[in-house]
């Protein structure tokens, strides 16, 4: 039997150190901290003393509670003085050889039932652990920042860990109050590996011109229900730390295209508009205001311009909706098997875009107006006319879909608009990883909804939005693009022709 968790060391006193540390004296662990730079341990100790009093003060705690994990809390002169640690968790500088000497710098003080674990956020824990004598005591323990309210962590077994070492670890993240989430140890684990969707899709719209980056950010915040547009967001995490993540992850995976990077971050960063921190990005920024981009509209909604719709879906529940929608607003739809001369051809489709739907549909490009029905229509519509679509349909079309509390968009020609795309490459990564047998299906999706904040699990959420409905986009992209990014996952491919939830386990 493994014995308990009890004392727990800490090294590197730095921002994340100083948060582990926290989460474990509040649960009654007794922590050992300790920096290499002289002072580092006891500025940590000042920083918790200061945010127990704010909690006091905010009566999250009592002043007995603050006490107490304060008295658990010992700062360590010399590593040394972690010797009778039951676990020690490095939250150092991620340097792969400076991790690899601490740990055998470790293993010459601790006994052998001592856990080593690491915080890194991109290293490999199989490389971490290669120089020690017992790698399979050496696991990965991810924290996010801030880690009292990053409830999230991931554990990581190396290629040698003992799988009961990875147990204890998540037994004592639950007495800490966080949710833990095991991975294997590839590139990126669980989160950082799963996040690589949303900002390298949004990147590809935007080189594609299909809108702005700030319609980007608004269609997909209104549509699915983001917190955060990818841009705001890679402006917030900074360029300098967002793009050469973008860049390890794609690299060490050897070059898989689901996960290229992009020329635009790689051009921000060389020109220094790194985000907030430089005050400009891709958006720009005073006194930490985010400026929005003034654009101005192409079309504007014009009434009375069309008598008739000709409607034409690829999913009952699109027909369903569409056509109350046309209906509660007096609009006529013409029920015929092709469009007359002057209908607007309103298209539900997935995956594809105008000049493709009018040449699967045979019908005229002059038209056309592709409306996307995958996020969330009460809140957001995204409009795609063809190139030559008349401007009389587009303008009906928006004038028909703007409403008081809900913003029609005009985008460029793209296959798959800008939210289907998105989704589906969100969706199709974390399958890929429930593939690769990264995660449980259950861990994925705990660990991309609290790590990420997004508004699903990515897996429960292709079953939500329709995985018939992804698995179209996936293969139309694949199939008119010819890029390799967009090929659907087999876990996607299979549980949807067997009509399963995608939550279904191999
Ligand atoms: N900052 C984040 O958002 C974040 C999130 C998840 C994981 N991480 C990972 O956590 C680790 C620490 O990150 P951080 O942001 O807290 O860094 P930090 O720079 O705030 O703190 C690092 C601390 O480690 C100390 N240190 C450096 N080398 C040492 C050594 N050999 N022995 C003892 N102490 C040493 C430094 O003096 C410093 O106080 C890194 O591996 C990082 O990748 C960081």
């Known amino acids: 039997m493994n014995k308990e968790i009890q004392k727990i060391g800490v090294i590197g006193a730095g921002i994340m150190g100083t948060g582990i540390a926290q989460i474990a004296i509040q649960s009654q662990h007794e922590v050992y901290l300790f920096d290499v730079q002289p002072g580092a341990a006891k500025q940590a100790q000042a920083k918790l003393q200061d945010t127990f009093n704010k909690l006091v003060a905010k009566q999250k705690i009592t002043e007995q509670q603050m006490g107490e994990a304060l008295n658990n809390l010992h700062i360590a002169e010399e590593i040394e003085a972690l010797q009778h640690c039951d676990l020690i968790i490095e939250a150092i500088v991620e340097k792969l050889e400076i991790k690899q000497s601490l740990m055998k710098q470790l293993e010459a003080i601790v006994d052998e039932s001592t856990i080593l674990a690491s915080n890194t956020s991109s290293l490999s824990i199989t490389a971490i652990a290669a120089e020690c004598k017992h790698p399979e005591r050496v696991a990965g323990y991810h924290f996010f920042n801030p880690v009292p309210l990053m409830k999230v962590v991931e554990v990581i077994q190396g290629l040698r860990t003992r799988p009961e070492i990875c147990n204890q670890l998540v037994a004592l993240a639950q007495k800490m109050g966080h949710c833990p989430v095991r991975t294997k140890d590839t590139p990126g684990f669980i989160i950082n590996h799963a996040g690589r969707a949303y900002g390298t899709e949004a990147l590809k719209i935007l080189s594609e011109n299909v809108t702005s980056f700030s319609e980007i950010d608004q269609i997909l915040k209104a549509s699915l229900g983001f917190k955060m547009g990818p841009f705001e967001l890679l402006d917030l995490t900074g360029l300098d730390v967002s793009h050469p993540v973008m860049e390890s992850v794609y690299n060490q995976y050897y070059q898989e295209p689901r996960y290229r990077p992009n020329v635009l971050t790689q051009q921000l960063l060389t020109g220094k508009k790194l985000g907030r921190k430089t005050s400009e990005g891709f958006y720009r920024y005073m006194d930490q205001q985010k400026l929005d981009p003034v654009l101005s509209p192409k079309y504007s909604p014009i009434r009375h311009q069309v008598k008739r719709v000709w409607l034409s879906t690829e999913f009952q529940s699109d027909f369903t909706q569409l056509s109350q929608y046309l209906s509660e607003r007096?609009?006529?739809?013409?029920?015929?098997?092709?469009?007359?001369?002057?209908?607007?051809?309103?298209?539900?489709?997935?995956?594809?875009?105008?000049?493709?739907?009018?040449?699967?549909?045979?019908?005229?490009?002059?038209?056309?107006?592709?409306?996307?029905?995958?996020?969330?229509?009460?809140?957001?519509?995204?409009?795609?006319?063809?190139?030559?679509?008349?401007?009389?349909?587009?303008?009906a079309a928006l004038d028909i879909f703007t409403q008081a509390e809900c913003k029609a968009y005009v985008i460029q020609e793209s296959l798959g608009f800008v939210a289907q795309r998105v989704l589906a490459m969100i969706v199709n990564l974390a399958c890929d990883i429930a593939q690769q047998n990264i995660a449980s299906v259950d861990d994925i999706n705990a660990a991309v909804k609290l790590g990420l904040g997004y508004p699903h699990g990515p897996i429960e959420w292709g079953d939500a939005a329709g995985r018939e409905k992804i698995l179209l986009i996936l293969e139309r992209m694949t199939a008119i693009s010819h890029d390799p990014r967009y090929r659907p996952s087999p876990w996607l491919q299979r549980r949807t022709k067997l009509n399963l939830s995608l939550n279904t386990p191999a």
């Open 330 to 395: 007096l609009i006529l739809i013409n029920h015929e098997s092709k469009p007359s001369k002057n209908d607007l051809i309103l298209i539900a489709n997935y995956g594809e875009d105008a000049t493709h739907a009018a040449q699967r549909l045979d019908v005229n490009p002059e038209q056309i107006v592709c409306i996307d029905m995958l996020g969330n229509f009460d809140r957001c519509r995204t409009l795609m006319p063809t190139l030559i679509t008349q401007r009389k349909y587009i303008e």
